[in-house]
């Protein structure tokens, strides 16, 4: 067994997380922090002061462990200018809308998705929008300063190395182009390509943890930080741990905030096909490889639609209940049409809302998890998935979601993990790619009624409200 610990730092859109692992994958300890809305000159930014003094508080509360590694995990739509080692600009927020007419410029200016990959996503989703909004509020301090993405600007805060990485980059950004691995004309022709830190892979050392940083959290300074990765990366690179995903054509569902899917395509891929007004997007794996992939927001839109109630859908003790709910909604026809999350998803034009919405507590919360399968069972369609799907994170424990995405997708093999923590693992696996999820996978029962006439329902509906 190796000996010797490492630190996962996942700051994510809703919660930033930090925890401690043994080298052989067992995690030790946790700790998170909700993340705030933070607002300068009237537009919204992220955390990065408040989110930086909670993290060294945490990475205190690991000290006297013999910390080998710390790697750095972070969503993918955003953007960090340093300058004299230090964060030159708060980051934005990418639900920060950009002004109309910048909005209008921006569009005109984007790279064609047959060369990004990236689709035109409302707000900031595109970190390259961010970047030229901020380029237009403070031109001189951008041209002066290194840009990093996200997840990488945690690896600077860490170790004082600014780099950039594929997987961020490759992240719907509209900067980077999947297929020749390498920056997008349109980063070319603003000058941005030149601007950005050096490129490394993600699991490259890229520095020890700062002298000041050791010495405010006990840790060692010797420990290595690596360059990190995109979250739903991250996801992925601890899916290809298990034997039945390893190596083979899957699919792997990551659920949170967002529902994102990625396809481990067993041959090449044609990213022109994919509908790119469907929010269908290329990632980039880990290895530098694109990754058709679709999402929706399906968390925030089960939110919203269960805000009045006070437990979650995928809370344990109310599975059977939940389960139970889902006859008499069939009966009822009661469905959630989509979308609730204006711009994003397969149907971004379409007016979300209930059609015979139940009564019943439990019935509205099945409710919820049918019109994600729904969904995500349109989503998998559009970029071809196909043989296996696994899905992870939170809503990998509402048994109604993934039962019913079983029942609606018959010629696949649904799993979920028995194990936890599935980003903060697949960073794990940058360091050591031989380690493996404990517990395995578990296939997953599809739902006894016929979802056929309710899926056929609920499409006509959509069509009809488009």
């Not at 390259?128 to 301090?141: K, M, S, V």
């Not at 690596?226 to 991250?234: E, K, R, T, V």
């Amino acid at each position: 067994m190796k000996k010797g610990h490492a630190i996962v730092v996942d700051i994510g859109k809703t919660l930033a997380k930090v925890s401690l692992w043994t080298r052989s994958g067992e995690m030790v300890a946790r700790e998170t922090r909700p993340n705030q809305t933070v607002a300068l000159d009237g537009i919204r930014r992220l955390d990065a002061s408040g989110i930086e003094e909670w993290l060294t508080s945490a990475l205190a509360s690991f000290a006297g462990h013999p910390v080998e590694y710390i790697v750095p995990v972070a969503h993918g739509a955003g953007v960090a200018a340093i300058r004299n080692d230090k964060l030159a600009i708060a980051p934005i927020d990418y639900e920060q809308e950009l002004p109309e007419h910048l909005g209008a410029q921006y569009n005109a200016a984007r790279a064609p998705f047959a060369e990004t990959g990236s689709p035109s996503l409302p707000a900031g989703l595109n970190f390259g929008a961010q970047l030229f909004w901020l380029e237009q509020l403070q031109p001189d301090l951008i041209a002066q300063s290194t840009l990093i993405p996200w997840a990488q600007y945690w690896g600077w805060f860490l170790s004082g190395e600014a780099r950039s990485e594929a997987t961020s980059m490759g992240c719907h950004s509209d900067l980077w182009a999947p297929a020749y691995g390498t920056f997008s004309s349109l980063a070319v022709k603003r000058g941005w390509s030149d601007r950005f830190a050096p490129i490394a892979a993600a699991g490259d050392v890229i520095g020890t943890l700062r002298s000041s940083l050791a010495k405010k959290t006990g840790l060692p300074a010797t420990a290595k930080v690596l360059a990190g990765l995109h979250d739903s990366n991250a996801a992925l690179n601890a899916a290809r741990g298990f034997h039945e995903i390893e190596n083979r054509e899957a699919t792997i569902l990551s659920t949170g905030t967002w529902f994102i899917a990625m396809r481990l395509a067993a041959s090449a891929i044609d990213m022109s096909k994919l509908p790119e007004a469907r929010d269908c997007l290329v990632n980039v794996d880990a290895f530098g490889n694109p990754v058709p992939s679709a999402r929706f927001m399906g968390g925030r839109e089960i939110e919203s639609l269960i805000q009045i109630d006070t437990r979650q859908v995928d809370i344990k003790p109310d599975q059977p209940r939940l389960l139970e709910a889902v006859p008499s909604i069939l009966e009822q026809s009661a469905m959630v049409l989509p979308t609730l999350a204006p711009g994003n998803g397969p149907y971004p034009q379409g007016q979300g809302g209930w059609i015979n919405r139940p009564e019943d507590w439990f019935a509205r919360r099945a409710g919820a998890c049918l019109y994600a399968a729904l969904v995500a069972d349109t989503s998998l369609d559009l970029i071809g998935s196909s043989e296996c799907l696994l899905v992870e994170g939170r809503f990998a424990e509402a048994e109604v979601f993934v039962r019913a995405l079983a029942a609606l997708r018959p010629d696949m093999k649904v799993y979920v993990a028995n194990a936890h923590n599935d980003v903060s693992f697949g960073a794990l696996r940058l360091i050591d790619p031989d380690i493996r999820p404990k517990g395995g996978l578990t296939q997953v029962e599809p739902l006894a009624a016929d979802l056929s006439g309710y899926r056929k329902a609920w499409h006509q509906a959509q069509m009809a409200g488009a």
